[in-house]
């Protein structure tokens, strides 16, 4: 391919971003290259923008929410992770996170994030001195550099394709969360994951479903896409208060499943005291550090026969819960060309990971999902 692309690289922690140009190669085999048309803005590119995932090497092309139309194909790649057959100009989500399949790691432990083959990950990396240089979803276009990269064309409009990627986390912690049909749930967070989180267990047969959070925008929205009652942070201030109330909306002391997506060390301690006694927590929202907490191992989890689940990213079925999450994105019913609320331009990406690290608002306006357009 003839052509450059603009990419919007964060120079280092909580600095400044700069835009930069580089060229488009062509793809080599089972390799492609993507037109992007829209990347959200996750929690965690806020976090590595402010230092606190130590892995990540600056200067870094963030953005791994990526949707956009196919710009060429290598040679042996004709159809997406469904087997359909794919050509330039379709449109089509993107997975990050591309493992060997064949290792100890992948196929008896079930760790692909441990894979010792596992391909740097698309919004992850370090692009500048060395290609591939176009890695990340904050660029006009995407080299897919990782042969066997997964990815699903769809017919669905960018902003709702977008949403794909934290589908598939909250699918994953659902599903870690031992959510099933008649389950109580409570969901810790209202930013994308926590209302996909909404989605995922509305999905799975939950019979109620509170979220708690804020501000009042993301809660409305969570209320539209499946939660049947919320509490506002910013109104129940008082920790004990706000328990009193999950519990009066979910009418019972404590969810057998809370999901914590507020990306908190503080409140996951809150989210302990949310679940009930033998229940689950599955915290998603920790995803760098923060800190650590007090923790009462006899009290705060002995005692209530309680059980703590992890969940990194999508998890070791992350094909499965990628074409999972596509379903029910496709699926329809819900209001999911909502969530993304701010289009923002690259020329904007460090305002954007600036505003999402540190409040509520852009442009007068609360932050439901961020997402870049590189074409704005």
Known sequence: MSTTSRAAIVVDAAGEVRIRSYEVPGPGPGEFTLKVELCGVCGTDAHVYQGRLPSIAFPALLGHEIVGTVAALGEGVTADHRGRPVAVGDRVGVFPAVSCGRCHQCQVRRRPANCPDRRPSYGFTSPVTTPPHLTGGF????????????????????????????????????????????????????????????????????????????????????????????????????????????FDALDAPGADCVIGASGSPHAFMEAVGLVADGGVLAELGNFTDRGTVPFN?????????????????????????????????????????????????????GEALTALGGGFSLDGRDIVKLAIDPWA
Do not use: W
């Open 139 to 246: 660029a006009e276009y995407l080299h897919a550099a990782n042969a066997g990269t997964v990815f699903h064309r769809t017919d669905l409009p960018p902003e709702v394709a977008v949403l794909q990627e934290p589908l598939s986390v909250a699918l994953h912690g659902v599903e870690r969360g031992g959510v099933r049909l008649g389950s109580t749930v409570v969901v810790q967070g209202v930013g994308a994951i926590g209302l996909m989180a909404v989605v995922a267990a509305r999905a799975s047969g939950a019979s109620r479903i509170v979220a708690v959070g804020a501000p009042r925008a993301r809660l409305e929205l969570a209320e539209a896409l499946g939660a049947d009652a919320v509490v506002d942070i910013t109104r129940v201030t008082d920790v004990p208060e706000r328990r009193r109330a999950v």
């Open 297 to 349: 191992p006899f009290s705060d989890l002995l005692k209530r026969d309680i059980t703590i689940a992890g969940v990194y990213g999508a998890g070791p079925d992350m094909q499965r819960r990628y074409h999972e999450a596509l379903l029910i994105l496709e699926r329809g019913g819900r209001p999911y060309d909502r969530v993304v609320s701010h289009r923002v331009p690259l020329e904007r990406v």
